[in-house]
């Protein structure tokens, strides 16, 4: 079977697993319209490959992608079981993540599709939003809100997916803008993570917490304590999210906040390519040490154990 053939093929085998699996109870989200959405992207897909030639082999591997993404959306729906989640602070969470989630790329566009599933794990709180596809007409875009399976009793800690909702705002072109000017410039203004320099001098002062100090002698590689532009716009970022967190829940965003941090990291001294110590919080621009945890759950570096 060529790769053209198999490609055609797998299509027909997600529109079967999709009936099959929506046979079922799931109550996240509308499965009428998911299927509905998901059909007609499946109709364009086809039709756009059966013309193709298969010896294109730009064409093929950029569908391959389209087919392997579209098989990833219907897995996850296998995991979004009723009764599984707190559909109560789902519905909640639906009603302030979607306003965020809806880009007015066209007027046709409709409201986005929320699915929530399940995922192991104590960093498993999510808010995905589908990404642009290169070929695909989308309707009406699927977010997606993950929970850690075996945390779903714990309401509490669900708090902590205000932090996610910034990803997601972050995620939307019209609202960065805004967001890097109000936010997270005026968070740089002042203090030892304004530059990378100065957050550099900061991890590699002799005035650091001897947690800090104890780290850097753990890994000796003197690029471990050396940050770079990139790396210190995510750890901004991930202040801008936190805030995002607490507006929108308030002091049990913090509780759910320092209960799942310390629970990832009992140091709360650890650092990487996506968020900095927690320490930092207690040395940026005035900013209160629990608000600035700089972390982003679901992209935590290697290095944290």
């Known amino acids: 079977m060529r790769p053209k053939d198999f490609l055609l093929e797998e299509c027909r085998n997600v529109r079967r697993t999709l009936r099959d ?14 299927y509905n959405e998901f ?30 993404l579209l098989s990833t959306l219907v897995h996850h729906i296998e995991r979004s079981h009723a009764g ?20 007015d790329l066209a007027r046709t566009e409709g409201e ?20 642009d596809l290169s070929v695909l007409n989308i309707g009406r875009r699927i977010f997606t809100i993950v ?15 205000g932090h996610e909702i910034g990803h997601a705002a972050w995620t939307i072109p019209k609202h960065r803008a805004e967001l890097r000017d109000k936010v997270i410039e005026p968070l740089r203004i002042a203090g ?17 917490p001897a947690a800090i100090e104890e780290l850097r002698n753990q890994y000796g590689d003197p690029s471990y304590t050396e940050i770079v532009r990139n790396q210190l716009d995510s750890w901004f970022q991930e202040f801008m999210c936190d805030l995002f967190g607490l507006v929108s829940f308030g002091p049990s965003f913090l509780a759910a906040h320092q209960t799942l941090l310390l629970a ?16 930092a919080g207690r040395r940026c621009s005035g900013t209160p040490a629990n608000i600035c945890g700089g972390t982003n759950l679901h992209q935590r570096s290697p290095t944290v154990i």
């Open 112 to 131: 986005p599709i929320l699915r929530v599933y399940a995922e192991g794990g104590l960093d498993s709180y999510q808010i995905n939003l589908e990404n």
């Open 192 to 208: 030892p993570l304004n530059s990378t320099s100065q957050a550099t001098n900061w991890l590699r002062s002799s005035s650091a």
């Open 39 to 68: 059909c007609e992207r499946l109709d364009f897909l086809q039709f756009l490959l059966a013309p193709v030639d298969p010896d294109d082999v730009s064409a093929l591997h950029t569908f391959a992608e389209e087919v392997s």
């Open 21 to 34: 699996v929506l046979r079922h109870d799931y109550a996240a989200g509308s499965s009428r319209d998911f």
């Open 147 to 161: 929970f850690p399976r075996t945390l779903k009793h714990h309401v509490l800690l669900h708090a902590i997916f």
């Open 264 to 279: 990832l990291d009992p140091t709360g001294h650890r650092w990487g390519p996506y968020h900095l110590p927690i320490s």
């Open 84 to 103: 599984e989640f707190p559909w109560s602070f789902t519905e909640y969470l639906q009603q302030t993540a979607t306003p965020l989630c809806k880009e």
